[in-house]
């Protein structure tokens, strides 16, 4: 997700009243909340938080364009990855994959088919039971000799994906007074109805506390998120990685960057229809609303975890090591190869390695049990950014 920050011009503002009504009353009720409570609200609400729903929100139809939903090559990209991964632990039968936040399958499929010649167990970690089922009827209708079922958080051996998963977790907002931090909290406005920023005292020291583990200095006037979520995310997929890779992709920046001059307004952003905004509190349950993912807080829960660090790198340095050039080479001169489909698969590839775009977007992988000194390919190039 890169577009630019525009305001839609004939955006739909009108937020489900009946997340409306539960958020309302907890500030009736609790005084300002956090902006992570809210939108754990306005994302998770099992009735109808935005990713509870059951309609497809990334996808050309939906709100957003992630890299597996812009093209199949990159699930197929990725099958390399998994095939070293599955070697470096011994090769037990079958190769065991959890993709977390799986969305419509749009990775998992072309990464099975990719991976064709070894048996092969899926384990689909979402949110939403009903994306499970998509998941498991789009590849059982074209692979019949794989098991697909819901994550139940078992230890596995083998490798565990999330792509673009991290950017929702509930996020508290910070701004910096000259030398006090405070939380931006979400209150009423005077006409009781009205969601607005709220600023207030921090909920918690944790929040001080990270940004001071990461030497992390606001400036006067900084606003910033925080998002303490990903270290209990990041404990639970390392305790049920008992063997094998755990690789994560976002788009983020190691802590120096991300709270650094050049962001003096934070990165949280909004989307809807394609489009980008910067309103959290319209289209409630009905917009996507991210933050830019902490690289350092992601790597120090994972190390924090028992999990080795193998490597940080960028998504167009990964693909490109996968073999991704070739992987477009072979969209043309495939049997069956169009002109149409190549330019299709041209474009979406475009996307994925500009540095401006999606190529920039950090690849991490953390390990456990793997043989020591292994190089993974694709782990090769570290991202400077992220070294702090
Ligand atoms: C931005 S979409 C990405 C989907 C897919 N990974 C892709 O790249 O196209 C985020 C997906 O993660 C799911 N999700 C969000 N938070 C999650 C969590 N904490 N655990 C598991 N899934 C989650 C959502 O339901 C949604 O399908």
Known sequence: MDLRRVRPPDRDDASDPELMTRIRDEIRRDGPITFARFMEI?????????????????????????????????????????RAVHDAIGSPEPLTIREFGAGEGALAEPLVTALASRRIRYLVAEVEPARVESVRARLLATHSDIEVVADDGRAIDGLAIANEVLDALPTHRVVQRRDRLREILVGLAADGEELIDAEGDPSTPALADRLQDEAVALRDGQLAEVCLAVDAWVATAAAGLASGVLLIVDYGHAASELYGERRQAGTLATYQGHRVGDDPYRAVGHQDITAHVDVTAVERAATGAGLDHLGTTTQSAFLDALGLGNLLVAEQTAPGATLQGYLEARSAVVRMIDPAAMGGFPVMAFGRGLPPGITLDGLLERVGAADS
């Open 42 to 82: 306005a994302l998770y609400d099992p009735a109808r938080g935005y990713y509870r729903s059951r309609v497809a929100r990334p996808g050309r139809a939906g709100d957003y364009l992630t890299a597996p939903e812009a093209h199949p090559i990159f699930g197929r990209a990725i099958a390399p990855f998994a």
